[in-house]
Every structure is written in C-alpha cells, then in structure tokens.
C-alpha cells in the first residue's frame, strides 16, 4: 500500500515496531492486553516545512532511522504504519 507514498512537508510515514512477546519475568503477554508499541522506523519522509520567506527547512530524520514518538501522536494509517509531523517524534534511537 505504501511503496509509493511520499509524505508531505515535514511529515514522515512510520511502521510500528512490535513491543516485547514476554515481561522481563518471562510471562508472555497476551494480544488483546498488549500496548501499542511507541518505537518505530520510518518508511518515507518529506521535504520538510517552510519557513515564513517559503524556504525549505530540511528533516532531521531520515529513511531507516529508528524513533520514539508519543503515544497518540500522528494519525494512523492501519494498524501497523502512522503518519506523523517531525515535532511530535520524540527522539532517534542511536545504534
């Protein structure tokens, strides 16, 4: 569905990564009771935003960067990909 998507201004599209199976005590966590995880990679990112003399403010992120994004940040897409705005990601995870 979205192999040809490119976001728009300073937006990025994002595929959710999947939260832990299990708790740090080893008991698995079932479907129904699992959070939605707030980490993810982006898939696609905008040109970046205008500032007020119409140039273009380049991202700070990039393709295959790994994020933490607030919990009801962006609008959702389906169940595994978001759309979200540069502001409202969080932080890069370093490797």
Do not use: S, W
């Not at 140039?55 to 990039?62: L, Q, Y």
């Not at 393709?63 to 169940?79: M, P, S």
């Amino acid at each position: 569905m979205f192999e040809k998507f490119r976001p728009l201004a300073d937006r990025v599209l994002v595929k959710r990564l999947e939260g832990e199976e299990k708790t740090a005590g080893g008991i698995f966590i079932p479907e129904a009771a699992k959070e939605k995880a707030q980490t993810g990679k982006i898939i696609a990112v905008g040109c970046g935003r205008k500032d007020t003399a119409g140039n273009c403010i380049p991202m700070d992120v990039k393709v295959d960067d790994i994020i933490y994004f607030g919990k009801y940040a962006g609008t959702e897409t389906d169940r595994n990909h978001l759309i979200i705005r540069e502001d409202e990601i969080l932080g890069v995870v370093e490797r």
